[in-house]
């Protein structure tokens, strides 16, 4: 089975250019994270959706961050305009909720975003 | 302010030792604790997990044991192997939200 896909898995630009950030979670998944990993902060969550609908996007740092799930199976995270404090390996992450019990989220493999 | 905190960067053990890796956390909501394994241009990959309604979880060689009075757990790995050295990442949910709190990891490295 195919697990959670993102692309690119390296992006490098200018600063000022807008990146967007794709992901394809594992079918069947009604939960997908937006998560951004970076030496100082570590992983820390960005936002996340449940069927398609944002739930929480507390952790987007600010409004030049954007995302949106616009079927179940295609998500993207978006910067515009791009800073270098930007670069950080962004993750995706799906899950499927059972009875109401937690499942384990599953990860892509990231994107190294580097913003010059 | 860390909900979730590994207070160990690193960790290291000769192979068919056993590994200890804790995790130390802040918030008594939480009801689901999990560990994942990270290697280098990877994405984390869930190892094990515990609800809080239990003590103790075992997966062949990796066991998670949860302490909820010391609001504590951690993962013992035996007999560790030179594959398993990585990055461990504690993390941590509340039944009533979907996300999960993640610590900043611990390497650990195993000695041939």
């Known amino acids: 089975d195919a697990g959670v896909i993102q692309s690119p898995r390296h992006e490098v630009t200018e600063m000022g250019q807008e990146v967007t950030l794709r992901c394809k979670p594992i079918?069947?998944?009604?939960?997908l994270f937006w998560y951004r990993q970076t030496m100082m902060r570590g992983l820390e969550l960005l936002i996340y959706f449940n069927n398609n609908v944002p739930i929480d996007d507390s952790g987007m740092p600010e409004d030049r961050f954007s995302a949106k799930m616009p079927n179940a199976s295609f998500s993207t995270l978006k910067i515009q305009p791009s800073e270098p404090r930007d670069s950080a390996v962004y993750f995706c992450?799906?899950?499927?909720?059972?009875?109401?019990?937690?499942?384990?989220?599953?990860f892509g493999d990231g994107t190294r975003l580097s913003i010059l | 302010d860390q909900q979730v905190k590994q207070n160990s960067p690193s960790l290291s053990v000769q192979e068919g030792r056993i590994s200890i890796l804790n995790c130390d956390y802040t918030n008594s909501m939480f009801d689901y604790f999990l560990w994942y394994k990270k290697y280098p241009a990877e994405g984390p990959t869930f190892l094990i997990s515990?609800?809080?309604?239990?003590d103790k979880n075992e997966d062949g060689r990796f066991t998670v044991f949860l302490n909820k009075s010391a609001k504590h757990l951690s993962l013992h790995i035996v007999p560790s192997q030179p594959g398993d050295s990585a990055v461990y990442f504690c993390a941590a949910s509340a039944r009533s939200q979907g996300n999960l709190i993640f610590g900043k990891g611990t390497k650990l490295s195993v000695k041939p």
């Open positions: 515990i609800s809080s309604i239990k």
């Open positions: 992450a799906s899950s499927f909720s059972q009875g109401g019990t937690n499942q384990p989220q599953h």
């Open positions: 079918s069947g998944h009604d939960y």
